[in-house]
Nanobody, 115 residues
Framework: QVQLVESGGGLVQPGGSLRLSCAAS????????MGWYRQAPGNQRELVAF???????NYADSVRGRFTISRANAKNTVLLQMNSLKPEDTAVYYC?????????WGQGTQVTVSS
């Protein structure tokens, strides 16, 4: 069982920045593929970014060039740096871990981009 706890969400003005953090339990974090997803009201959950155990990264087209995913294996943490935020980035953001034992989700953190 892997527990994921997100933090760092909040209200920010368009053009602003936020950094989301996800802390994971377990001793095999370095082996997990980690991702960030988001879900806006009325929409399906969508992939925002992921990072493999080897450090390969990929991004949704809508956030490429603005968001950066990174991981700190020594701290069992994955980060999502979000810059140049837009109102359409407003959503609940979820951390995701893919392990050999299964897929796990955090409880989500709200990000609201509004003036």
């Amino acid at each position: 069982q892997v527990q994921l706890v997100e933090s760092g969400g909040g209200l920010v003005q368009p053009g602003g920045s936020l950094r989301l953090s996800c802390a994971a339990s377990g001793s095999s974090f370095s082996r997990y593929a980690m991702g960030w997803y988001r879900q806006a009201p009325g929409n399906q959950r969508e992939l925002v970014a992921f990072i493999t155990s080897g450090g390969t990264k990929n991004y949704a087209d809508s956030v490429r060039g603005r968001f950066t995913i990174s991981r700190a294996n020594a701290k069992n943490t994955v980060l999502l740096q979000m810059n140049s935020l837009k109102p359409e980035d407003t959503a609940v953001y979820y951390c995701n871990a893919n392990t050999v034992a299964g897929t796990y989700w955090g409880q989500g953190t709200q990000v609201t981009v509004s003036s």
